[in-house]
């Protein structure tokens, strides 16, 4: 695989903090009424990070026509650059955002969403500063301060980032997204035994979802117990589920070199920084 590791668990971090920030539902929202009727906005039969490639090109091909038709809405925007992103496209993605940030300058959730684009192009000071103004300090939103985390993992920030974990935890206990991507953070320098406890915490959480199983595989398969990773990465999914994930898994424990590193710096004393702890 070409991707390094490190890159690898950044995309999965960055990809928990977006499901977490998808706030309108393509069937429509309450708060959006007056600006769409009912159903004008294509539905999807499942969610966007259980699809399979064939399945994420069509429902980005719907979301496309009707943000043509209508690029101003904020539900079709923010879906539709979620889709792209889900695609690879995360130029299009941000090109999207820019335009419905534009027509919306004041709406919380379409702020948030131009920071997850702009994260996701590289542009992290730029996607701090965004979600940075989509917060309000009388009610802060968990998953703006997560999503933070997660930009400033990609920036390298490692004390940063968990410290917005845990502020997140602080507004919402034991959220499952949040323990997870703060597994990751720890993943992302090599200290994988901390990693797994968080993982493990969020994997208990009765609204912990597949993905955070997922990563909890992940790590697992990276300390060297793949039969362990394999049953944990086929819980709750279909056969060609499971089956794709349990390849991903190998994939990942083929490159020897890369995570015998992270093993070996894991062993580290001092590897850690300490803070391990909600």
Request: with cysteine; glycine share 6%.
């Amino acid at each position: 695989m070409p991707a390094s590791l490190t890159t690898i668990f950044t995309n999965r971090i960055l990809q928990g903090a977006a499901a977490s920030l998808i706030v309108l539902a393509l069937a429509g929202c309450s708060t959006t009424k007056d600006r769409m009727t009912t159903g004008s906005v294509p539905k999807l039969t499942k969610p966007v990070e259980e699809m399979d490639a064939t399945e994420l090109r069509s429902a980005t091909d719907r979301l496309g026509q009707a943000y043509e038709k209508n690029p101003r809405d904020p539900v079709t925007g923010v879906n539709y650059a979620n889709l792209l992103r889900m695609n690879g496209r995360d130029t299009q993605a941000l090109a999207v955002m820019q335009q419905v940030a534009i027509a919306n300058p004041g709406d919380r959730n379409v702020l948030a969403a131009y920071g997850k684009a702009q994260a996701a192009a590289g542009q992290f000071q730029q996607a701090l500063d965004t979600i940075g103004r989509a917060q309000t300090p009388d009610r802060p939103d968990w998953k703006l301060i997560s999503a933070q985390g997660a930009i400033l993992d990609q920036m390298g920030r490692a004390s940063d980032a968990r410290q917005r974990y845990r502020d997140a935890l602080d507004i919402q206990p034991n959220e499952p997204s949040i323990l997870s991507n703060l597994g990751m953070s720890y993943v992302l320098t090599g200290d994988l035994r901390t990693a797994e406890t968080y993982l493990r915490s969020a994997a208990s959480q009765p609204t912990a979802d597949s993905r955070v199983r997922q990563n909890l595989a992940l790590v697992v398969g990276l300390q060297g117990r793949f039969p362990e990773a394999e049953q944990i990465a086929r819980r709750e999914l279909s056969p060609q589920q499971a089956d794709a994930n349990v390849a991903y898994l190998r994939g990942m424990l083929s490159q020897q070199n890369s995570w015998q590193k992270l093993a070996a710096k894991d062993k580290t004393p001092g590897a850690a920084d300490g803070s391990n702890t909600n």
